[in-house]
């Protein structure tokens, strides 16, 4: 079965890669760690970071992931859990409830071969920009 002949079956197909990552959040890690003499803050509040890094940290982590994947060849693939099905994927795999699943990453073989994406890219001077919005980089 190719994806692109049953467009409404696209998940089975992540789903049967041989390998599968879920990332987690941990904020009880980042708040016990930032609580501690060398930060500069001993409470663990939340209320003085300007976002919640330790989501975005996991983002981040997980597009390494992504990236040394597709570095090496391999067909990669980033999805969410459906929120209504994060109990029974805590319940499965006793994931304790201090960790936050941030999404799932499929790794495996394409069967397709690789497309030329090249001239999907807008050019540059509509997407970098120096020193002001629609002041494009020379």
């Not at 940290?57 to 997980?62: N, P």
């Not at 597009?63 to 969410?80: Q, S």
Request: contains cysteine.
């Amino acid at each position: 079965m190719r994806p692109a002949d049953h467009p409404e079956e696209w998940f089975a197909a992540q789903v049967d890669a041989p390998l599968l990552i879920i990332a987690h959040s941990n904020k009880d890690a980042y708040l016990d760690r930032y609580a501690q003499p060398d930060k500069g803050f001993t409470d663990r509040s939340d209320a003085w970071w300007p976002a919640p890094y330790w989501y975005i940290d996991t983002g981040f982590a997980s597009l390494l992931m992504l990236l040394t994947a597709v570095d090496a060849g391999l067909a990669v693939c980033f999805f969410g859990i459906p929120i209504e099905r994060i109990d029974a994927y805590r319940a499965a795999f006793g994931v304790p409830g201090h960790f936050t699943p941030i999404g799932a990453i499929s790794i495996g073989y394409s069967d397709e071969p690789p497309r030329d994406l090249s001239n999907r890219r807008k050019p540059m001077a509509e997407t970098v920009h120096r020193g002001r919005w629609n002041q494009p980089s020379t």
